[in-house]
């Protein structure tokens, strides 16, 4: 999570969306930068408004809220990946030994095996309600949209380098996992097309 005072903007940082390469990026500028430990970090909306909105509105006033998504299947990848690292072999949170369809068909279990506890990028940016509570919402996929937002914004040139990248995995699955889980998890990618736009999704 990054906060500016004067911008009166917050970035929260959605996983696997690229935010350890914005913290390098404009941690400089910024005025507050949570790195740890990682449910901090990565604090969803309904943890900023219990833990930080109350203390920033206090002391800084309103604050503008940015988030970034993925395209749902790719950021299901990224985890996938993330979690065959070798520091996790052995564990239950592995996803060494599985395939990419098995990884999916965990996600869409209930209850959901430990390597596919990993949450939902649209409850990560949801009111109580469950409708989008961040002002400006970018797709991972567009960064030229998010980069033109903070520079306009920060008043400065944002160049940020691939960070935290993951080793590379075959993501093949068979076709009726990926319709099922395009079904199943619509709402995650009609979330990931309104960011799209290009202009986030406004409160």
Known sequence: MLVFNKERLVILSVPKTGST??????????????????????APLY?????????????????????????????????????????????????????????????????????????????????KDGTPGVDHLFAYEEPEHLQRFLEERLERSLVTERLNVSPPRVLDAEAEVIARFRERHKAEFDLWNSARRGNGVSD
């Not at 390098?24 to 430990?37: K, N, S, T």
């Not at 996938?80 to 068909?105: H, K, M, V």
């Open 21 to 42: 390469a914005l913290q390098a990026a404009l941690g400089d500028a910024a005025d507050l930068i949570v790195r740890d430990p990682p449910l901090l970090k990565h």
């Open 47 to 127: 943890r900023y408004h219990r833990f930080f909105k109350p203390m920033l509105e206090k002391f800084c006033g309103p604050m503008e809220l940015v988030a970034v998504i993925r395209e749902p299947l790719d950021w299901m990848g990224s985890w996938y990946r993330y979690r065959a690292r070798p520091y996790l072999s052995g564990t239950e949170n592995s996803t060494e030994e599985i395939d990419f369809g098995t990884f999916l068909t965990g996600y869409m279990s209930d209850p959901k095996p430990p390597y596919a506890e990993i949450g939902a990028q649209s409850k990560f940016v949801a009111r």
